[in-house]
């Protein structure tokens, strides 16, 4: 219901001078009339009064107040002023919509379907609906709007089948609309009701084959959470036949190459693991669970360095990603970068203090070192430009040695650059390296340890999630993988 259009009708009593049609209908002068004022209009004057306003005032109501008292009565005035009325409001409900007028569009269609109720005029509403979900999403940018509208869709052919009961149209409708929104199981059970009541003809046809490949992705779907419920058993190799079942289906789906990867990485498959989470990038997700699944099986092929590279960008796309953060830590720990480790593991405290995994890095750290790590420093940018006498530290700082900056020697050394703004106002003082073509924050070159630990994904307590959104809209991933 309206209220906005609802709040426009204003009743009357019944003109005594009022003549509606010839036939049998009578008027029934104990019944108020609902009038619809004009747009600014606040009253009516009763000789302004036109039966073209009595007639809108009722379809406002029969739109939009299917359970007013007296609507089957309106129902039968606006028939007896025009028999071919509901014809009549379909053509210009098409007008309307085709000028993407939805809300009148809306209001013309609901007076036609309680009018007359059809499966065509249902169709009609719903169709509407699905145009203006379209065109929230595409034009507006309003994506709840366009949710409203196809929640709409669907509570409309819902009250169809109410209506009329398994209707083959409305039922072909309810499949296309559930497989359109990616409801599997609803489409195929909307699918097959339809089959069992509809009659021979082209939508039925459609409808087979409709069926089909909503039972193939159905399969397809059930051979991906096989897959994951495998690799979290524990069982690699039964998970990696599952999802190839899936990818054989869906070869373009990034999220299937990346359980496969998690599978291959946990038989010790690590090239073919590294294949798949390239695979991953190449269908264009980028995300930090796939740099640290790199990160793992390079550490695993011996490529220190490059699993500490894929750390950095893990941590780059997400600053706060704490199992990112304590393989980076880790790894610098071993190969005793000091000054890193520190950096990234008061990075990874102030993202959660609490975990234990990040205390024992921590507490590592202090006994190698000797140094405390105390509370969590913010860091904070000082704009020079506002303060006068640090303006003059700062150059005086920059005087005293050119050949010094950030506390590290620049005699040329291959690779070291430091971007430092020194001196420009509002510049920030921050050091970089630039090993093997790589950008890192500060990292060193170290000798490989002997040991390694990487957080592999799945969570402490075990559990692992998956949304499973195959072909949905850019931005779904697949949850991941945090093991001890």
């Not at 709409?152 to 309810?174: A, P, Q, Y």
Request: proline share 1%; with cysteine.
């Amino acid at each position: 219901m309206k209220n906005h259009e609802l709040a426009r009708i204003k009743y009357i009593r019944v003109p005594k001078n009022l003549k509606v049609v010839e036939g049998d209908f009578k008027i029934d002068e104990n019944i108020k009339l609902p009038v619809q004022l004009k747009d600014g209009e606040k009253n009516l004057r009763e000789e302004d009064l036109t039966i073209e306003q009595i007639v809108a005032g009722m379809l406002t109501l029969i739109a939009y107040d299917e359970l007013n008292k007296d609507i089957e009565y309106y129902k039968a005035f606006v028939r007896a002023v025009e028999p071919n009325i509901a014809e009549n409001l379909n053509n210009a409900a098409i007008a309307k919509q085709e000028a993407k007028d939805y809300d009148f569009a809306e209001e013309l269609f609901l007076a036609v379907y309680h009018l007359e109720p059809q499966s065509a005029s249902c169709i009609n509403l719903a169709t509407l609906y699905s145009y203006a979900s379209v065109h929230e999403e595409e034009e507006n940018k309003d994506l709840d709007k366009a949710d409203e509208y196809l929640a709409k869709v669907k509570s409309t052919l819902l009250d169809g089948l109410r209506r009329f009961g398994e209707n083959e149209w409305i039922l072909s409708e309810l499949a296309s609309f559930e497989g359109f929104i990616g409801n599997l199981e609803e489409a195929k059970d909307y699918a097959e009701r339809y089959l069992r009541v509809a009659s021979e003809g082209e939508r039925k046809e459609e409808i087979k084959k409709f069926l089909k490949e909503v039972n193939a992705n159905l399969e397809s779907d059930s051979a991906f959470k096989e897959a994951y419920d495998y690799v979290m058993l524990n069982m690699p190799e039964k998970a990696i036949d599952s999802i190839d079942k899936f990818l054989k289906a869906n070869s373009k789906v990034w999220n299937g190459y990346f359980i496969k990867a998690w599978a291959l990485r946990k038989a010790k498959r690590y090239k073919e693991a590294k294949e798949c989470l390239l695979k991953c990038l190449e269908l264009g997700e980028s995300n930090t669970d796939i740099y640290n699944e790199l990160s793992i099986c390079e550490l695993e092929d011996g490529e220190r360095e490059l699993a500490k590279a894929y750390l950095n960008t893990a941590v780059d796309l997400d600053p706060n990603n704490i199992t990112a953060l304590s393989n980076l830590s880790y790894l610098l720990l071993e190969d005793e970068d000091f000054d890193e480790a520190r950096y990234y593991l008061e990075k990874a405290r102030d993202a959660a203090k609490d975990d234990e995994i990040i205390k024992n890095l921590i507490s590592r750290y202090e006994s190698a070192t000797g140094e405390k790590i105390g509370e969590v420093i913010k860091e904070e940018v000082i704009d020079s430009s506002e303060d006068e006498s640090m303006q003059e530290i700062l150059e005086e700082i920059e005087k005293k040695d050119d050949d010094h900056c950030c506390g590290h020697n620049h005699n040329n050394e291959e690779g070291h650059h430091c971007c430092g703004r020194h001196g420009e106002e509002g510049g920030e003082n921050h050091c970089h390296h630039h090993e093997d073509g790589k950008h890192h924050c500060c990292h060193h070159n170290h000798e490989e340890g002997d040991e390694h630990h990487c957080h592999h994904g799945e969570d402490d307590n075990g559990e692992h999630h998956c949304c499973h959104n195959h072909e949905r809209a850019e931005g779904h991933h697949c949850c991941h993988h945090h093991e001890e």
